[in-house]
T-cell receptor, first 118, second 111 residues
Framework: GAVVSQHPSWVICKSGTSVKIECRSLDFQATTMFWYRQFPKQSLMLMATSNEGSKATYEQGVEKDKFLINHASLTLSTLTVTSAHPEDSSFYIC??????????????FGPGTRLTVL | KQEVTQIPAALSVPEGENLVLNCSFTDSAIYNLQWFRQDPGKGLTSLLLIQSSQREQTSGRLNASLDKSSGRSTLYIAASQPGDSATYLCAVRSSGSRLTFGEGTQLTVNP
């Protein structure tokens, strides 16, 4: 299956700093990438959807100025958590979808990034 | 709004047992349904993808069925092993192309 990587796998930062998380599709071109966050023992919550070269579409309740998403190429998307606070501590997972007909697309997930804000 | 429910929330079985995980969804207008596995602190591994026109998919000891009209899917795991212990997530893709996830079933297979 297709491989999606994330970097870093974990990060600890001080409150008020910004953190960038990278998501790469290693062996396919991802026209669409997704960012999710997951709290302990809960399911994934979609934060935003990004198409290459376009602005990301954010889900209701997700602050676009706080969670900056850039999808500059067909293999790379970045999520920047700006002015991070302890409540932003979570597990962030990216996902990439192959191109073609939406109905036949399979979504592949990265290994996740554990963010801890002190 | 699509809602996905998984039952049971947790399941503990002895090694070798066959088991069934259930997933239900409220809006039957789906494109496809995916079953994922998530190990603690890890990302998601796709197990099976069933298109809306299909009724089942098989991969090794796993078999997933889909009854779109009734809004149900099951994941059947044969001859369970301790290495199968993980959280299993069901997700459906419907209008707008987003995936809606269930809360997951936490499976423990005891040696």
């Amino acid at each position: 299956g297709a491989v999606v990587s994330q970097h870093p796998s974990w990060v600890i930062c001080k409150s008020g700093t910004s953190v960038k998380i990278e998501c790469r599709s290693l062996d396919f071109q991802a026209t669409t990438m997704f960012w999710y966050r997951q709290f302990p023992k809960q399911s994934l919550m979609l934060m935003a959807t990004s198409n290459e070269g376009s602005k990301a579409t954010y889900e209701q309740g997700v602050e676009k100025d706080k969670f900056l998403i850039n999808h500059a190429s067909l293999t790379l998307s970045t999520l920047t958590v700006t002015s991070a606070h302890p409540e932003d501590s979570s597990f962030y997972i990216c996902s990439a979808r192959t191109g073609g007909r939406v109905s036949y697309n399979e979504q592949f997930f990265g290994p996740g990034t554990r963010l801890t804000v002190l | 709004k699509q809602e996905v429910t998984q039952i049971p929330a947790a399941l503990s079985v002895p090694e070798g047992e066959n088991l069934v995980l259930n997933c239900s969804f409220t809006d039957s207008a789906i494109y496809n349904l995916q079953w994922f596995r998530q190990d603690p602190g890890k990302g998601l591994t796709s197990l099976l993808l069933i298109q809306s026109s299909q009724r089942e998919q098989t991969s090794g000891r796993l078999n997933a069925s889909l009854d779109k009209s009734s809004g149900r899917s099951t994941l059947y795991i044969a001859a369970s092993q301790p290495g199968d212990s993980a959280t299993y997530l069901c997700a459906v893709r419907s209008s707008g192309s987003r995936l809606t996830f269930g809360e997951g079933t936490q499976l423990t297979v005891n040696p």
